[in-house]
Structures are given as C-alpha cells and as structure tokens.
C-alpha cells in the first residue's frame, strides 16, 4: 500500500509539473478573474515568475500559480525598471505591425533619430506639436505620425481618413494641423488598424512618442526639441530595452 502511494504522489507531481506556463498562468488567473483571457506568457528576469500580458497590463504569476502581483517589478542593484523594459519590448513588437506606408512621415535627407507619434488631428498638443515640425527635422529627427483619432473628439476619424486620402498627404495633415478644413475624402486606410493598435499597446491620449526602443517620452520633453535631441541621446546609449 504505500509503495502505491508513493507512486500516486510521484505521478501527481509529474502531472502538475508537466503544465506549461501558459496552463499555469491562465489557471491562476482564473481563481481571480474567470473571464480574463491571458495574451502572453514568457520567462521574467524576476527569479521563480512568469511574466503574464493581459491587453496592455502586464502582472506576474509566480511559477507554482499561487502568487500574482500587479505592479511595477523594480531591479534595485541596477537600478532599472523591468516592467517598462517588458512593455518597451512589446510596443516594439507591435510598431514592426506599423509599416512604413501606414505612416506619415516628416523626415530631413539624413536623420540621426526617428520617433512615432500617435496622433490626433483634433488634438490641441498635437497641432502645438507639429508646429514645430521644422525644428525637429533641423536637428536631425524623422517624425512618423500614425493616427490615432480619439472619442473625445467626434468626426477626427473622418479628418484623418480625409487627409490619409489627399494627393499630398503631408501638406494636408499640415493644413490640417492649422486648422484647415482636410474636406472629406475617402479611400481604403489604416485609421481604424491603427488606433485599435495602439490602444492595444495601451497608449490612450495624444500625442504619445515613442523612442526607437519602444519607451515613451514625456511630453513636456517631447514638445521641446532641443530636449527632445537630449533625450533621444540618452535613449541611444541607454536603451530601456535594448534591440
């Protein structure tokens, strides 16, 4: 009898180790929240958890199921931030979904850097933004707009759509961005992908800029240009997630 027993706890073992990580995240998570349907799983630099994606929400799920924290995981002896490092590296997953000819760009002959700015035509900081335009390809920085028309701001799907339309889309997205009427053209466009893109990555406001390695800029230094030079330098020789 306890050789069986024995066997019996031998082979339960195996089968709980044998779950993937998927199996094991999805299963804790639903104790929590029966409904939540987990995106991703993948190894975390945080010793005995899973690193679990859910929409734009990142959480960790310890590797036997029974914890789950929701947070920002912090490396004190390199003084990093691992969970924005995690979400960099995702939002440069999902830009790659971005090509080029579902972009707007302003770009000077030989660009030093490149930002995406999620956008909105509508937007009082993103007309104050494009503004300055000329300044930031003076210093050497291609901006990539992509649309992101928001709620709050009825009818800018139909401005975006209007100008994506137009022979020149760049001198209508400025027009626009100076209050110019884009009128209302129409044809097959990446408005809709877009936005829901984005809001997947989580960005909910406009203008977001994100660096060549995924991070976000703040605003407060993506509407100055010489700061924005600054920043994108640093970036350059500290990657929050290097590529």
């Known amino acids: 009898?306890?050789?069986?027993?024995?066997?019996?706890?031998v082979l339960l073992a195996l089968n709980v180790s044998a779950a993937t990580p998927e199996e094991t995240v999805q299963a804790a998570m639903?104790?929590?929240?029966?409904?939540?349907?987990?995106?991703v799983v993948q190894e975390s630099?945080?010793?005995?958890?899973?690193?679990?994606?859910?929409?734009?929400?990142?959480?960790?799920?310890?590797?036997?199921?029974r914890f789950v924290l929701d947070g920002?995981?912090?490396?004190?002896?390199?003084?990093?931030?691992?969970?924005?490092?995690?979400?960099a590296r995702n939002r440069m997953a999902s830009l790659k979904q971005i090509s080029a000819d579902k972009r707007i760009i302003f770009a000077p002959s030989k660009p030093k850097y490149s930002v995406t700015v999620f956008t909105d035509i509508d937007c009082p900081f993103c007309r104050r933004f494009h503004?300055?335009?000329?300044?930031?390809?003076n210093a050497g920085i291609a901006v990539e707009y992509v649309f992101m028309p928001l709620d709050i701001h009825p009818g800018a799907d139909k401005k975006a759509e209007a100008v994506w339309c137009a022979a020149d889309r760049k001198s209508a997205f400025t027009s626009a961005m100076n209050g110019g009427d884009p009128g209302n053209a129409t044809c097959e466009n990446p408005v809709e992908e877009t936005t829901r893109l984005a809001q997947r990555m989580g960005i909910n406001g406009t203008p977001t800029m994100l660096a060549p390695d995924g991070?976000?800029?703040?605003?407060?230094?993506?509407?100055?240009?010489?700061?924005?030079?600054?920043?994108?330098?640093h970036i350059a020789k500290n990657p929050v997630a290097p590529r």
Request: net charge negative; glycine share 4%; hydrophobic share 45%.
């Open 1 to 9: 009898m306890r050789y069986f027993l024995s066997l019996f706890a």
């Open 30 to 39: 639903s104790k929590l929240a029966p409904q939540v349907k987990v995106d």
């Open 45 to 65: 630099v945080v010793p005995g958890f899973y690193e679990a994606i859910i929409g734009s929400q990142f959480l960790y799920v310890s590797k036997d199921g």
């Open 72 to 87: 920002s995981a912090l490396d004190a002896q390199n003084e990093r931030d691992i969970t924005e490092g995690a979400r």
């Open 131 to 137: 503004q300055q335009i000329e300044a930031y390809n």
């Open 215 to 233: 991070s976000r800029i703040a605003p407060q230094i993506a509407l100055a240009p010489e700061r924005l030079v600054a920043e994108l330098e």
